[in-house]
């Protein structure tokens, strides 16, 4: 995925690329394409191009990649040997769901902080409350974003256009929370 954000002087774009690395055909990769590309992202695959506002572009990678970047996001949404030996550049932040150890260790190997999205008191981001039309998203610790902005500890009220898998939900929201996007509607 490719972030551009435009400050609000207008006097450049800042660039970050945020890589989500999945298997093919895999539902969370979908719902989270749906619900980003719902709030105004930019999707490129291999199969697809979609273009949205131009805010984030979600690019999908289904194998290994050379990441010669400064910043990014990756999200590894597969426990799979598929992505063995992958790094990412410091700069980066990892997101994956708790139980993803691959993922884990991926990150740590390349010393890059990790959002882990859960159901549990460890995670970063958590759901407290799920209903049929809302749910309660939870940053439970201090993250900073890609400019630098510290986002404290909060729950955010989403109203849902329609039911998605729990961890689609939390990535997507840390990818929001990173970009400086409040989550409220997905």
Known sequence: ???FIKPTNNSFWVTLMV???SDRKNRCEKEITEI???VGA???SDKAVFSGTEQITI???YKKTDLKMKKGIALILDDTKRFSGQTFPQGFIGICEDCNQKALELFSKSRIPVISCGMGAKNTITLSSINSET???TLQ???TDINGNEIEPEEFKIKLKKEYLPFSVMASVAVMLLCGVIPTDI
């Open 141 to 143: 610790r201090t993250v």
């Open 42 to 44: 930019n999707y490129i």
């Open 59 to 61: 690019i999908s990678s």
């Open 135 to 137: 749910l309660l998203t």
């Open 19 to 21: 890589i989500l690395l």
């Open 36 to 38: 980003l590309t719902g």
């Open 1 to 3: 995925m490719v972030i």
